[in-house]
């Protein structure tokens, strides 16, 4: 009669080698292509933001070319009216305002507003009775850009106490 609760007997040590021997290759090959993996992904993704780099800076570039045309344009029709000129100047300029604001960066028009060190460089105080302390009275360069995205601060003048 034979017993079902038979073990059976131990490999011999050269089996118990060579599969230990094949797990490790397993591994080791597991091993090698992720590495090789992850050095793909990492020349990808550089590749990806040199490309995204370009993209932008050739869009950004894009939009100031009217500016520089306009510009230009100016330059050719110095000789004329200086009224005139100095109309053109104003439309270019706003037309810089408007592609820094297509960028997401927009003119902001702080006077009257509360002072915020985030927002603002103050540059001056000055007395203002009509104003309360630590409002903007003037900006002497404006800010561009939204509370998460901010070009520059503007500078300003911010009111103090007006003394009695």
Known sequence: MT?????PPPEPRQAVEE????QLAELEDRWLRAVAELDNLRKRVARDMDRQRIDERTR??????????????????????????IEGVRAVRDQAVGVLARLGFPRRDDVGTRFDPARHEAVSTVAVPDADPGTVV??????YGEDGLQLRPASVVVSTKADE
């Open 138 to 143: 003037e900006v002497v360069r404006p800010g």
């Open 3 to 7: 017993e079902q609760n038979e073990t």
């Open 60 to 85: 950004v570039a894009a939009e100031w070319l009217p500016v520089v045309d306009n510009l230009e344009l100016a330059l050719k029709h110095a000789d004329a009216d200086a009224d005139a000129v």
């Open 19 to 22: 599969s230990a021997a094949e």
